[in-house]
């Protein structure tokens, strides 16, 4: 399963185990331009990889545009569940294509949500459906 892991603070060098102590030391100096908020979402695969295209967009909508908590929050749900269920149908989101996005939103057509319990709304699927699209 996709895991969701807030962004924290980076940890003192003293608090980290000796192997990683030069690579934290090293880390406290780097400065970036635009550095993501502690809380910031991380999204990562069921084996702790780094979901990079899902957390640049991200950043690219919360910190470059501004857009509010809330919308950051939609357009995580939206990223989580296409990468959840990539992960779910054994497809390796790097080689996803236009089939495995028909086959997303048929699972959809064909399924109640696991959380509501209801049929999904066709704005839903569609929704869902156009931000599979931008990581294509």
């Known amino acids: ?14 608090e980290v185990a000796d192997e990683l102590r030069e690579p934290a030391i090293a880390a406290q100096s780097i400065k970036l331009r635009e550095p ?13 990889e780094l979901i990079e295209p899902a ?3 991200l950043h690219e909508h919360a910190v470059r545009s501004a857009h ?11 990223l989580y569940d296409w990468f959840d269920a990539q992960e779910q149908s054994a497809v390796d989101w790097r080689t996803a ?23 999904y709304s066709v704005r839903t699927i569609n929704h869902r459906v156009r931000g599979g699209v931008t990581l294509l």
């Open 55 to 57: 957390v640049g967009y």
């Open 36 to 48: 993501r908020p502690d809380g910031f979402p991380l999204l990562f695969t069921a084996g702790l």
């Open 68 to 78: 509010t908590s809330d919308t950051l929050n939609t357009y995580l749900e939206l």
């Open 97 to 119: 294509d236009a089939a495995d996005l028909i086959a997303y939103r048929n699972r959809m057509l064909r399924e109640p949500s696991a959380h509501t319990r209801r049929p």
């Open 1 to 14: 399963m996709v895991e969701i892991i807030r962004k924290g603070t980076l940890p003192l060098p003293a």
